[in-house]
């Protein structure tokens, strides 16, 4: 809790902006480039090893190439899917994972004098786990969903206690613009570790090593920046708080969901800001899907290779950062709710531009990258801003809370629903065109949102332009 009177110092602020720099490439890197373009094809490799089909030509295609979707099934726990379908499916059930990690995070965060610990112990857990998947090679991709999910909880469970720090380094009026130079400098640490991990990829044969052990060691080069960058941004982060007092009898995992219950029971009373919070639930899932599988359908689908794959990825990290800004900028002239519907009705364009991108026709795909650069920072950043006005005073970290559970309780969909499309017509093609869908839906239910009654019933004045 943020203490009366206290003003964080220019220190603790940077380290708040460090830790966003720090974790980012997990997400950039491990999350939407080297663990999307590796776990098919390792999957592939075991379903290869375990079938006889036409001899040497199991899984492969016409063309000579793995075919991902057909003829090449995996099984786990007596379950049987096509490898194609592995990182899809992995997206979900780490992302439910997650939900059930994030309250008690929370609960532990709360109740702890050092906030800076709890924050540290999630971020080694996923920084050593990620770094871990330089073992994830060959046709071992079960290690790669243990180390994935894993890694996973570490990332969670650090972003709940990350973004209960914005309560305490600054003020109501001050949060928007702390939170905004946060996400913008994780999008520079993103696409900076990027940009020197696609330089040794390749650049792979000048090292002496494989285009598999590069990618390996892209893992873990993106596990030590994590741990590395974590140390500076925690030591640096506000050691005051004040924790929650604990319930006799009451253990940490009991609290953490009876807290969630009791925001959610207590929201009911702002039925405009929970319709507000359910658009955004509804179309970040598909944002975050979209990210997450890209890299998957243009190597499974258009059949580009992986360097091609982390320049397009590359090139999304730094137009985001521009996208961001022009997204502010409109948000001025127009309005937050109005720009936000304008980018979802990009968001509709690009998808449909996607599914019409002929395999190997690089200009295609490269304007579907910039497309989605230009919308993918402002549609979220906005957002979240537009939903701090509708927060009661006095209740932003309970209603961050739910925010963020929310994001990540329902952000399994999207890849639930990628994967299962993909397996059903054996075509990403129109997997990726049905998570139109979600773009579709929260436009419909951010235009159906009345913002300023929302703002003004949470006791709060809306600004003039809306």
């Not at 800076?116 to 994830?136: C, D, E, S």
């Not at 927060?391 to 990540?408: C, F, H, T």
Request: with cysteine; net charge positive; charged share 10%.
């Amino acid at each position: 809790m943020t203490l009366a009177g206290t003003r964080s110092t220019k220190r603790e602020r940077w380290g708040w902006y460090f830790y966003d720099w720090a974790n980012s490439p997990f997400y950039s890197s491990t999350t939407t480039v080297f663990g999307a373009l590796s776990m098919s094809s390792i999957a592939a490799e075991d379903a290869k090893s375990n079938i006889t089909l036409n001899g040497d030509r199991a899984c492969l295609d016409a063309a000579g190439h793995v075919d991902t979707l057909n003829n090449c099934d995996v099984s786990l726990f007596g379950l049987h899917f096509p490898a194609g379908s592995v990182w899809g499916y992995l997206l979900s059930v780490a992302t439910v994972v997650q939900v059930l990690v994030l309250p008690i995070a929370g609960a532990v965060a709360d109740r702890s004098h050092n906030k800076r610990r709890i924050l540290g112990g999630f971020a080694f857990l996923g920084a050593v786990a990620a770094a871990a998947m330089f073992f994830f090679a060959g046709s071992d991709w079960q290690l790669g969903v243990v180390l994935f999910i894993v890694a996973n909880i570490g990332y969670g469970g650090s972003l709940v206690v990350y973004y209960s720090f914005l309560v305490d380094i600054g003020g109501p009026d001050e949060r928007d613009d702390i939170s905004a130079k946060g996400w913008a400098f994780g999008y520079l640490g993103g696409g900076l570790a990027l940009a020197l991990q696609l330089g040794f990829y390749l650049g792979h044969d000048a090292f002496g090593v494989s285009q598999g052990l590069a990618v390996q060691i892209c893992f873990l080069t993106s596990g030590l920046w994590w741990a590395a960058f974590t140390v500076p941004a925690v030591r640096a982060l506000p050691r005051r708080h004040t924790p929650v007092d604990v319930v006799a009898g009451r253990s940490v995992l009991r609290a953490g969901f009876a807290e969630l219950k009791q925001t959610v029971v207590a929201a009911k009373a702002y039925p405009l800001t929970l319709a507000f919070l359910g658009s955004y639930l509804v179309f970040t899932d598909g944002i975050n899907t979209v990210v997450t599988v890209s890299a998957q359908y243009g190597k499974d689908e258009l059949r580009f290779g992986n360097e091609v794959l982390i320049v397009t990825i590359l090139v999304i990290q730094f137009v985001a950062y521009l996208g961001g800004t022009l997204h502010g900028l409109a948000a001025r002239r127009v309005g937050a709710k109005k720009t936000i519907m304008g980018s979802l009705v990009l968001w509709v364009v690009v998808l449909a531009g996607a599914y019409f991108v002929q395999p190997k026709q690089l200009v295609q795909f490269l304007a579907v990258a910039v497309g989605i650069g230009l919308v993918l920072g402002g549609t979220n950043a906005l957002s979240r801003s537009l939903f701090s006005q509708m927060i009661p005073a006095g209740k932003d970290a309970q209603y961050y809370s739910l925010y963020v559970v929310g994001e990540r309780g329902t952000s399994w969909l999207g890849p639930l629903l990628f994967a299962g499309v993909g397996q059903a017509t054996g075509s990403f093609r129109l997997a990726i065109v049905a998570l139109v869908i979600f773009f579709a839906a929260g436009l419909v239910l951010v235009w159906l949102v009345p913002v300023r009654r929302a703002i003004v019933a949470a006791g709060n004045t809306p600004p003039e332009v809306l």
